[in-house]
């Protein structure tokens, strides 16, 4: 994995990471990677013993690449298995996949040798994103990121950012093994309260907002009714800020935000909001840049403002 931008090396208490090997600033691609190995989706739906036959899957494709490509696998970590125990490949598989592209009930996954390497964070400096027309995985600086510092990506969803410390170690240690020790759960006193409030304060806004936009249509009409629902509406663009800039306070994935953007343009064109409009759309727009790059489908869609999601 050589790059001029990023080394391997060992951490205190961490084995190996990923670390800048200079500045690095949001945009800037890191790895554009296949898949080494791709379970479809309906892997996950089968009737058949579907742990068996992902084993068997994965067997099949591992046994078709290079020696050194199945040395690298097995080297991989695995958090399944336990003290004393040999890696196996459901293990690696289980530890190291992710999605391919937005995670959901018909998403494919697949295993990447090099993004694999890195390591976890609730705040991280880097975030991935599946390219479906060059079949390839792309991970890209999200926040200015200093020399030395390692580079590190989430594992979780929207859901799981929003839980408090407790919550988030829980998890990770559950799927991945480890208790998470990254900056934002090392945390303490009033700073960690702080924190575990704002990712709260997320998930909430979230409901509040939908409230306001979708509430249950009343009888009364005429102008009054148009008043009041404007000022609902105002309301509802106002948290949606205050929900972005709490996101990005926090770290949570850039993708996620992005989905907020797209939200605030259906309401700012069923409503006539031409400033907010303006606005959001200057957000979004240099969002899916710092994602998915300048030149990409996602920038120009920005650009044209075609409502879809980031």
């Known amino acids: 994995m050589a790059s001029s931008l990023f080394h391997e090396a060992p951490l205190p208490g961490k084995g190996l990471g990923v670390v800048a090997s200079k500045p690095l ?15 479809p989706w309906w892997n996950r739906l089968t009737e058949y013993n579907k742990n068996k036959e992902r084993t068997q899957l994965l067997g099949k494709q591992l046994r078709e690449l290079s ?10 970590a695995d958090c399944k298995a336990g003290v004393g125990e040999d890696s196996s490949i459901d293990g690696i598989w289980r530890t190291n996949n992710f999605a391919l592209g937005h995670s959901g009930p018909k998403s494919d996954n697949g295993l990447f040798l090099n993004i694999s390497r890195f390591n976890h964070s609730c705040h991280p400096f880097a975030e991935f994103t599946w390219n479906s027309s060059k079949k390839r995985q792309e991970l890209r600086i999200v926040r200015p990121t200093p020399q030395g510092a390692e580079i ?19 998890y990770l240690q559950a799927h991945y093994g480890f208790p998470c020790d990254c900056p934002s759960c090392s945390l303490e006193g009033p700073e960690g309260e702080e924190d575990d409030q704002e990712r709260g304060e997320v998930d909430k806004l979230a409901a509040r907002i939908e409230d306001l936009l979708y509430e249950e249509e009343e009888e009364e009409e005429g102008h009054h009714k148009v008043e009041e629902d404007l000022k609902s509406i105002q309301l509802a663009v106002d948290l949606s800020w205050q929900r972005l800039g709490l996101m990005e306070r926090r770290g949570f994935k850039v993708v996620s935000m992005l989905r907020q953007c797209w939200d605030l343009v259906a309401v700012a064109k069923e409503w006539n909001l031409q400033d907010t409009l303006d606005q959001v759309v200057a957000r979004g727009a240099h969002l899916a840049q710092v994602l998915y790059g300048g030149e990409s489908e996602q920038v120009s869609r920005w650009g044209s403002i075609l409502p879809s999601p980031g």
């Open 25 to 39: 600033q949001p945009g800037q691609l890191l790895l554009a990677e296949p898949p080494l190995l791709i379970v």
């Open 67 to 76: 020696k050194e490509q199945q040395q690298q696998f097995w080297e991989l």
């Open 152 to 170: 590190t990506i989430s594992y979780f969803t929207l859901v799981t950012a929003s839980q408090p410390r407790a919550g988030r170690k829980e």
